[in-house]
């Protein structure tokens, strides 16, 4: 099991419209294609203008393959079309994290 963390950080006149963005069409996809959403998260102290989602895999060959299935969808290009035109992401980081044996979650 892999867990993918991913952070975006996003410019923040454009954050409102981000968020209304990403839950209406952005989220829909990702659940139709990804099944382990872990969490979602925005940065309340710290580095300012963070959201960080949480996915979990079975592995990476899972992850590329249901991510690959996400970006062939016509649902899931119009959504980063637009998300492209709302330029509100300004950074993007994607970790791959390992989960140790005593993990609770593994």
């Known amino acids: ?12 006149t454009r954050m409102a419209k981000w968020f209304e963005l990403y839950e209406k069409q952005g989220l ?3 659940l139709r294609h990804l099944d382990g959403l872990v969490g979602f998260f925005r940065t309340e102290i710290g580095h300012c203008n963070q959201v960080v989602h949480l996915w979990k895999y079975d592995s990476v060959q899972a992850r590329m393959d249901q991510r690959g299935a996400m970006g062939r969808d ?3 290009q119009a959504f980063l079309a637009q998300n492209n ?3 509100a992401v300004t950074e993007q980081v994607s970790t791959i994290l390992v989960p140790m044996p005593w993990s609770p979650l593994k």
Request: charged fraction near 20%; avoid cysteine.
């Open 1 to 12: 099991m892999i867990i993918d963390q991913r952070t975006y950080t996003l410019a923040p």
């Open 85 to 87: 035109e709302l330029g």
């Open 28 to 30: 829909p996809v990702q």
């Open 74 to 76: 016509p649902d899931g």
